[in-house]
């Protein structure tokens, strides 16, 4: 799910690139605010698709509950989004607003989990090996 989902982010970025295109704005338009709220929840049930939820299922495609979430339908998002891939501006915007809030929910799982291992910062595993590749 997460491959289809990244493919079809690069076809719609691929497309954006084109300046001949002229995407008019849909009548059904998801605001940016929506979007952002919209892709932050997107990211969030494709990355806990793979975890164990209550009734002890895994690989479950969340995607539908989203879609519900926000009383849309996966026409409407294709849509929006095309709308906005073609507005490359925005459509940064709105992903760096999204990349924000994963990484405040990283932050405090982070937190979160030192404080019940008990450390203050987990090693950097990434930095040590690109500072043993420097060295």
Known sequence: MRKLIMALCLFFIVLACDKKMDYKKPE????KKQMIDLLY???????TSNLQNLKLEKN??????VYEKYGIDSTQ????????????NTYEEIFEEVEKRLKKV???????LDSIVGQKKRP?????????LNN
Do not use: P, W
């Open 28 to 31: 059904n338009l998801i605001s």
């Open 60 to 65: 479950r495609n969340y995607m539908s509950l």
């Open 77 to 88: 998002f294709a849509e929006s989004n095309i709308y906005y891939t073609a507005n490359i």
């Open 106 to 112: 990283q932050d405090s799982f982070q937190t979160s």
């Open 124 to 132: 950097d595993y990434g930095k040590m090996t690109r500072d043993s």
């Open 41 to 47: 929840d997107m990211h969030l049930a494709v990355g």
